[in-house]
């Protein structure tokens, strides 16, 4: 009996043990969320005001350094190609780019030199017969048109020689090629290699350098005279705007007035400063935005929070402007937006649609 009387005060004092344990868990659970729904509230929500600020209107732009002359060198003759310059070198205006020579450039100046020495030769016993035609005609011994003839004769020619003069002249031109500007050499032939007359053999790209860059706006010209930036660092103004557009709609646009150094081929992209506004703007927390991506802020009201629709610009140094829905002096939520976008705290906070 005694030992029954034990094994049931036991089992009792186990009871109230475990009954007390779990008063105790439920109820630090119960203050835990109470203090944390309480703290949570007062952490949630911060506001600010929305106000005017100036900012730099600006559109991305991207493009291409490239040199603002190109010359396509082309043969004026056929023949071989005995010496190329460097591909890729730094050209002087009037350096010697290429020579050409080989068996038909040869050919061609040994035939004319002959032709040059022949005439001479002609042309010395011409002179000659006119010389004594002269005296002739002096001494009344021939008539004046056999004297005439002779004249006519001998500038026939000279007229000749001075062709053939005037063709090496010419051919000893065409087989130097020199650079027409100062700029970069590509060479499109080398050494060795037969070409025909009219076929290219090189370029020569200016050392003056453009920017090439494409940008979409509805008003072309107020990009005349801007300036566009590469990394925030100004680089250029535009200079032309081109009338034509790209086939995605691109403004295509020139910037010929550099602010640095830049090298052909560059690729380049950034922004370019349209001109100074005056819009409303909004922390940037203070935006949320839906599932579908739609922005929208609370506005503090005398009854609680109203939720409303924005359209949304730029954000610039923790500022996101507002470009329709609010006006500036507007209190709006500027810590906890998300969760009075996405959870059910209408009852605590007031929020309305």
Same mark, same amino acid.
């Given at each position: 009996?005694?030992?029954?009387?034990?094994?049931v005060?036991?089992?009792i004092l186990?009871?109230?043990?475990?009954?007390?344990?779990?008063?105790?868990?439920?109820?630090?659970?119960?203050?835990?969320?109470?203090?944390?729904? #309480?703290?949570?509230?007062?952490?949630?929500?911060?506001?600010?005001?929305?106000?005017?600020?100036?900012?730099?209107?600006?559109?991305?732009?991207?493009?291409?350094?490239?040199p603002?002359?190109?010359i396509?060198? %082309?043969s004026?003759?056929?023949?071989?190609?005995?010496?190329?310059?460097?591909?890729?070198?730094?050209?002087k205006?009037?350096?010697?780019?290429?020579?050409?020579?080989?068996? &038909? &450039?040869?050919?061609k100046?040994?035939?004319?030199?002959?032709n040059?020495?022949?005439?001479?030769?002609?042309?010395?016993?011409e002179?000659?017969?006119?010389?004594?035609?002269?005296? @002739?005609?002096?001494?009344?011994?021939?008539?004046?048109?056999?004297l005439? *003839?002779?004249?006519?004769?001998?500038?026939?020619?000279?007229?000749?020689?001075?062709?053939?003069q005037?063709?090496?002249?010419?051919?000893?031109?065409?087989?130097?090629?020199?650079?027409?500007?100062?700029?970069?050499?590509?060479k499109?032939?080398?050494?060795?290699?037969? &070409?025909?007359?009219? *076929?290219? &053999?090189?370029?020569v790209?200016?050392d003056?350098?453009?920017?090439?860059?494409?940008?979409? @706006?509805?008003?072309?010209?107020?990009l005349l005279? $801007?300036?566009?930036? #590469?990394?925030?660092?100004?680089?250029?103004?535009?200079? $032309?705007?081109l009338?034509?557009?790209?086939k995605?709609?691109?403004?295509?646009?020139?910037?010929?007035?550099?602010?640095? $150094?830049?090298?052909?081929?560059?690729?380049?992209e950034?922004?370019v400063?349209?001109?100074?506004?005056?819009?409303?703007?909004?922390?940037?927390?203070?935006?949320?935005?839906?599932?579908?991506? $739609?922005?929208? #802020?609370f506005? %503090?009201t005398? %009854?609680g929070?109203?939720?409303v629709?924005?359209?949304?610009?730029?954000?610039?140094?923790?500022w996101?402007?507002?470009?329709?829905?609010?006006?500036?002096?507007?209190?709006v939520?500027?810590?906890?937006?998300?969760?009075?976008?996405?959870?059910?705290?209408?009852?605590?906070?007031?929020?309305?649609?």
């Open positions: 009996m005694k030992k029954n009387f034990e094994a005060v036991l089992i186990i009871l109230v043990v475990i009954g007390a344990t779990v008063w105790n868990a439920v109820n630090i659970k119960f203050r835990s969320k109470t203090t944390t729904k #309480v703290n949570f509230k007062e952490k949630l929500i911060s506001t600010s005001k929305s106000k005017y600020i100036n900012f730099v209107k600006t559109l991305n732009w991207f493009g291409k350094v490239v603002t002359k190109e396509t060198l %082309k004026l003759t056929d023949g071989e190609i005995t010496w190329a310059n460097r591909n890729g070198k730094i050209v205006k009037g350096e010697v780019l290429f020579r050409l020579g080989g068996k &038909i &450039i040869d050919n100046i040994n035939s004319i030199e002959s040059i020495a022949n005439l001479k030769g002609q042309i010395k016993i002179e000659n017969i006119v010389r004594l035609k002269k005296l @002739s005609f002096e001494n009344r011994l021939i008539k004046k048109s056999e005439l *003839s002779s004249l006519e004769k001998l500038a026939n020619l000279r007229a000749k020689l001075k062709t053939y005037l063709e090496l002249k010419s051919l000893k031109a065409q087989i130097t090629v020199l650079s027409p500007i100062n700029g970069l050499f590509r499109m032939a080398f050494k060795g290699e037969l &070409i025909t007359k009219g *076929s290219p &053999i090189g370029s790209y200016s003056k350098v453009r920017i090439v860059g494409y940008t979409f @706006s509805n008003n072309p010209h107020e005279n $801007k300036t566009i930036l #590469v990394d925030n660092r100004p680089v250029g103004a535009i200079t $032309k705007i009338p034509l557009r790209r995605d709609g691109a403004i295509v646009f020139w910037a010929d007035k550099l602010y640095e $150094k830049l090298n052909a081929g560059e690729s380049l950034g922004r400063e349209i001109g100074e506004e005056k819009c409303v703007a909004v922390p940037e927390n203070a935006v949320a935005y839906n599932e579908n991506g $739609k922005p929208f #802020v506005v %503090k005398k %009854k929070y109203r939720k629709a924005v359209k949304v610009g730029e954000t610039i140094n923790g996101t402007l507002i470009k329709s829905g609010i006006t500036a002096n507007e209190r939520i500027t810590s906890g937006s998300y969760e009075l976008l996405y959870k059910n705290f209408n009852k605590i906070f007031k929020a309305s649609d």
